[in-house]
């Protein structure tokens, strides 16, 4: 080829050969398109070199939830065992109390376990902890013991267990 030749060459995308582009991957230099350039804080990436990976925080493994399952198993069983020891010295008070206990225990130990981990799936396994909880709790005793006041702390339990596993 001539020099004038050279010159006269337009570029095309790698994957889209009928585009033409001035830009280029900084990693690998293939010439991309718009379509196919990826934005990181480096440069202009392509589609193979820029690959998207999820941040940390929201990067939660199915062995994040056994664990957060098994934490919250175990604090579940034991806000009934106590809400039932509770409930026979001081009765309905303790459905006040207890949920909003289990509910903050929850919220802490599940979000150590899985090491700050944030998901959808999370918010489930430490509000349905506290529910659980409550309704064993009441099957274990008597459903007149809940109360407005029982309901508004089974609520209020729930929300703050979601709070510090929430997205």
Not at 82 to 110: C, R, S
Request: hydrophobic share 50%; proline share 4%; net charge positive.
């Amino acid at each position: 080829m001539t020099d004038q030749q050279n010159e006269n060459r337009v570029a095309t995308c790698h994957w889209h050969p009928t585009v033409p582009t001035g830009l280029s991957c900084s990693q690998c230099s293939r010439a991309i398109c718009t379509d196919c350039m990826v934005q990181v804080p480096v440069g202009i990436r392509c589609r193979e070199c820029g690959r998207a990976q999820p941040l940390p925080t929201f990067d939660v493994r199915p062995a994040n939830y056994a664990r957060a399952i098994v934490v919250a198993a175990v604090i579940g069983v034991a806000g009934v065992v106590l809400t039932v020891l509770l409930a026979l010295y001081v009765g309905g008070l303790a459905f006040v109390i207890m949920p909003l206990a289990v509910g903050y225990a929850t919220a802490e130990l599940v979000s150590r376990v899985v090491n700050l981990k944030r998901s959808r799936g999370l918010m489930y396994i430490a509000g349905g902890t506290v529910v659980l909880m409550v309704l064993v709790s009441l099957f274990l005793l008597d459903f007149r013991l809940l109360g407005l006041w029982g309901l508004l702390a089974t609520v209020g339990g729930v929300l703050i267990a979601i709070a510090r596993v929430r997205l």
